[in-house]
């Protein structure tokens, strides 16, 4: 197949981004489009280019005093009748239009078009982002290639619908039992109801004030969701454990052993055991390279409540965060779409900030 | 196979437990012990015995003005390492000891032994009562064969230790939903958290005062108990929707109607649905042979709390009642055993009750 990245496509990134999203790469079928993706940046001479399984990484070596990342995960989440893709006025529809085949357009317009950016500049195109971590080309980079990580400054083109969104909450789940003692449901009281005492737990969730802060300049505003339930022997058995996963989302000033702490306090008295956790990611704005982006961009930048890959970075000491044309509601929808404008507005941005002084 | 329910083991009832037990006779693998019960009764001269399935009748056609039934079902719970019967002092071991060849043994020896009772008696020996309601001998006899159960007054041999159990309660299975809107966990506030709804269904449950209540002498203690809960979407989404499984056990003064009237106005305000019910049954002690039955015990009778097949006998208009010489709480046990002693009085009590007086 010849390279549909040819460089009349690349130097447009709204065209770009159609080609993109009619490279079939739903998560672990990602050798294609990661071919195509390769093959364009070993044809752009002023980048030198390595690959690892699906994941493609660029980068300019011009000695600069400052280096920054601009990353972006090539597959997407299973089609859902919504490929290849289709324009209706202003909107490109499609699989991954929004999710982040629009925001990878913009990093590999940047990489085949700007020879002489103001910082270094490392390109990172990977794999599996949309299913389990093991998997994720950024997270299997981390750990067998970090010189490719390496910078100051990270952006991930992750749909912000054109909003710069800082930082991210980190996430915990636990598993919250209550414990009773069986009994036959004809002779009830000679049980102890683990289901009944569930009803404490739930009251506290009920009743829980999520905490706002505001650091950086952006306001987060945290959670904590029951996210399962579970308990029951048989239709007549008074049942002797009950299990509730409640699901936390705390602010990037909390590490970790803090979240744990305050879920403890939440719910003193009842066992508790952690199943998953990842730390967030503070915004990191006064990093230089970030002011300088966030004059180009030229909007107050918002809180990231989710969970993101910018964590990733955060946790290796660079300051990361989000900005990408796609709208985030629609990504993994049906209709997903992106709005051209977003896209030749995104493109624009990244040009002004990274654009040598003339 | 010689028939090992000989006329010398017949007329001892304690041998006889002994030999039904040591007749393997897990649900649905019935044939062998009703050819022998059948082979027996045929052989009875003042019996006039029928089968149907696994299910043998055998009845006195006397003339008495009253008739009862006496009834044991055939089959046990799957072996549990108690097969076949031991005796340790005055114990029997094994695999349907309790629940109920000891019973069965009861009915089985009068039926060789007493060809001229004081009423007319109809003795049923039946399959499958510990498996679904759709093989169980007595549902399908009243279905099929009506003139079988068709009596004044019904005891089933079911085991009580000794104590008359009268009547038994109803229940009532309904699943109670609620109700909310998905969302990103990272976005909690923006959804509705069914869950955390749940929490309302739960206080209700611990605050539920269970009625007491007395017919007959019989003390019925009600009881209300979620026996499941399930609910839950992903780890990161707030759920929509819970179901709680909750157990009814309401005296026999209410009907079904009445206890599902009770249960709305329980749970008013949130979704119920009755998944399983089964009407209770009065204990009709008022029955002349019931009557009759209570003085040669010589005790109170006791409230059955449990669900029986008397349940049956009353939906028919036939006043019924549990007695029989093994201990409930040994039923399905793998220890399960009865007292000798227990045997020996509970043959004695039905001799004195039912020999024509002299």
Same mark, same amino acid.
């Given at each position: 197949m010849a390279n549909p990245l040819t460089p009349d496509v690349l130097v447009d990134p709204v065209e770009l981004t159609r080609t993109l999203v009619d490279i079939e790469s739903v998560s672990r079928d990602e050798k294609v489009i990661a071919d195509c993706v390769e093959d364009a940046m070993r044809k752009t001479p002023h980048l030198s280019t390595e690959r690892q399984g699906n994941t493609v990484m660029a980068r300019t070596? !011009?000695?600069?005093e400052q280096r920054i990342v601009l990353a972006g995960h090539l597959d997407t989440v299973p !089609? &859902? *009748? &919504? /490929?290849p893709s289709t324009v209706v006025d202003d909107l490109i529809y499609g699989c991954g239009t929004a999710d982040m085949k629009s925001g990878v357009a913009l990093a590999l317009h940047l990489a085949a078009?700007? $020879?002489? +950016?103001r910082y270094d500049i490392t390109y990172l195109f990977y794999? #599996?982002?949309?299913? *389990? #971590?093991? /998997?994720n080309g950024l997270h299997l980079a981390g750990q067998d290639r970090p010189d490719w990580l390496r910078a100051d400054f990270a952006v991930l083109l992750e749909p912000t619908y054109g909003v710069v969104e800082a930082g991210c909450q980190g996430t915990m789940t636990a598993t919250v039992r209550t414990h009773g003692r069986r009994a036959h449901t004809a002779r009830a009281w000679r049980g102890v109801n683990a289901i009944h005492a569930a009803g404490e737990v739930l009251r506290r969730l009920e009743d829980y004030q999520p905490r706002r802060v505001t650091i950086d300049g952006c306001n987060y505003r945290e959670g904590l969701s029951a996210v399962r339930i579970s308990g029951g022997v048989a239709g007549n058995v008074v049942p002797d454990e009950c299990e509730i996963d409640v699901n936390l989302r705390f @602010? +990037?000033?909390? #590490?970790e052993e803090q979240a744990l702490a305050h879920l403890r306090e939440v719910f003193k008295g009842f066992d508790l055991e952690v199943t998953d956790s990842a730390p967030g990611a503070l915004p990191?704005?006064?990093a230089p390279a970030a002011r300088d982006f966030l004059l180009a961009v030229g909007e107050e930048p918002a809180a990231k409540l989710g969970w993101t890959d910018v964590a990733r970075f955060a946790a290796l000491g660079i300051p990361a965060l989000n900005y990408g $044309?796609? *709208?985030?509601?629609? @990504?993994? @929808?049906? *209709?997903e779409h992106v709005e051209i404008g977003k896209i030749r507005d995104g493109a624009a941005t990244l040009h002004r900030w990274l654009a040598a002084d003339e």
């Amino acid at each position: 197949m010849a390279n549909p990245l040819t460089p009349d496509v690349l130097v447009d990134p709204v065209e770009l981004t159609r080609t993109l999203v009619d490279i079939e790469s739903v998560s672990r079928d990602e050798k294609v489009i990661a071919d195509c993706v390769e093959d364009a940046m070993r044809k752009t001479p002023h980048l030198s280019t390595e690959r690892q399984g699906n994941t493609v990484m660029a980068r300019t070596q !011009l000695g600069r005093e400052q280096r920054i990342v601009l990353a972006g995960h090539l597959d997407t989440v299973p !089609l &859902n *009748d &919504n /490929f290849p893709s289709t324009v209706v006025d202003d909107l490109i529809y499609g699989c991954g239009t929004a999710d982040m085949k629009s925001g990878v357009a913009l990093a590999l317009h940047l990489a085949a078009t700007l $020879p002489d +950016p103001r910082y270094d500049i490392t390109y990172l195109f990977y794999e #599996s982002e949309e299913i *389990d #971590s093991q /998997f994720n080309g950024l997270h299997l980079a981390g750990q067998d290639r970090p010189d490719w990580l390496r910078a100051d400054f990270a952006v991930l083109l992750e749909p912000t619908y054109g909003v710069v969104e800082a930082g991210c909450q980190g996430t915990m789940t636990a598993t919250v039992r209550t414990h009773g003692r069986r009994a036959h449901t004809a002779r009830a009281w000679r049980g102890v109801n683990a289901i009944h005492a569930a009803g404490e737990v739930l009251r506290r969730l009920e009743d829980y004030q999520p905490r706002r802060v505001t650091i950086d300049g952006c306001n987060y505003r945290e959670g904590l969701s029951a996210v399962r339930i579970s308990g029951g022997v048989a239709g007549n058995v008074v049942p002797d454990e009950c299990e509730i996963d409640v699901n936390l989302r705390f @602010a +990037p000033d909390r #590490s970790e052993e803090q979240a744990l702490a305050h879920l403890r306090e939440v719910f003193k008295g009842f066992d508790l055991e952690v199943t998953d956790s990842a730390p967030g990611a503070l915004p990191g704005l006064d990093a230089p390279a970030a002011r300088d982006f966030l004059l180009a961009v030229g909007e107050e930048p918002a809180a990231k409540l989710g969970w993101t890959d910018v964590a990733r970075f955060a946790a290796l000491g660079i300051p990361a965060l989000n900005y990408g $044309p796609g *709208d985030p509601r629609l @990504a993994h @929808a049906q *209709d997903e779409h992106v709005e051209i404008g977003k896209i030749r507005d995104g493109a624009a941005t990244l040009h002004r900030w990274l654009a040598a002084d003339e």
